[in-house]
């Protein structure tokens, strides 16, 4: 009878604990709420929505804010930094949100370009992210040899579709193969809150723009780190 009684002793306090954890983290993501929508969250830049009637196209391609992430030699893929995973998907698995464009995917299947139609028309795909999982950085990986240069977006919408925020990358140079990193992210995954796109903006018209792929850098949640396939560090 007393070893029954300790056990449920034990099995109380961890729950106990448990409990005390899934308070403090909504807490947390309520006030974090808050904040955004005391900020002004319809201010913030819309920069894979649709351009508003007069906006200079120019103002939807960033200048590229890599973040710290090592960097090895194109077009070999540098390993994920320590304690990240990753999450990668193909250029071509991208498709995009309105029917006016052609589009052409290379040899191998992986990489895409717009071969006829508007170079301004959007992309995306939503990334398969664990619940609670924190984001570091979005890669692109792309050929570039156009004088122009395209833009994502890790975009974060609200449960009604409003845009919350972005984080963007761009491609650079004329030299063909290469990969740039989005600054620091930072963002917790939480569907109970949120929605979540991939957005691409090629801006160019044929084969010198093409995507050839992402790859999302994150760190676990301990409770769901196996549930998921992911790229670990090599």
């Not at 990969?179 to 903006?201: E, G, K, M, P």
């Not at 792929?213 to 760190?219: A, P, V």
């Amino acid at each position: 009878m007393k070893t029954r009684s300790v056990q449920s002793m034990l099995i109380l306090g961890i729950t106990a604990v448990f409990s005390l954890v899934i308070l403090w983290v909504a807490a947390g993501r309520l006030a974090q709420v808050t904040a955004q929508e005391a900020d002004g969250s319809d201010d913030l830049w819309n920069s894979s929505a649709e351009a508003p009637a007069g906006t200079s196209p120019a103002q939807f391609s960033s200048t590229d804010d890599p973040a710290s992430l090592d960097r090895d030699d194109v077009p070999d893929s540098p390993d994920a930094p320590d304690a990240l995973i990753s999450w990668r998907v193909t250029g071509s698995a991208l498709k995009p949100r309105e029917n006016d464009v052609s589009y052409t995917v290379n040899g191998s299947g992986s990489c895409v370009h717009i071969s006829a139609g508007d170079a301004s028309t959007v992309w995306n795909i939503t990334p398969i992210l664990p619940q609670g999982a924190v984001v570091d950085t979005l890669r692109m990986y792309y050929y570039d040899t156009s004088g122009s240069d395209s833009s994502a977006w890790f975009t974060i919408y609200d449960l009604y579709g409003t845009l919350v925020d972005e984080f963007s990358v761009s491609t650079s140079g004329t030299s063909g193969n290469s990969f740039n990193d989005s600054a620091q992210i930072n963002h917790t995954i939480d569907y109970s809150v949120y929605s979540y796109l991939l957005n691409w903006r090629p801006s160019v018209t044929g084969p010198t723009m093409q995507l050839c792929g992402f790859r999302i850098f994150y760190t676990p949640p301990f409770f769901t780190a196996g549930f998921l396939p992911a790229v670990t560090k090599d």
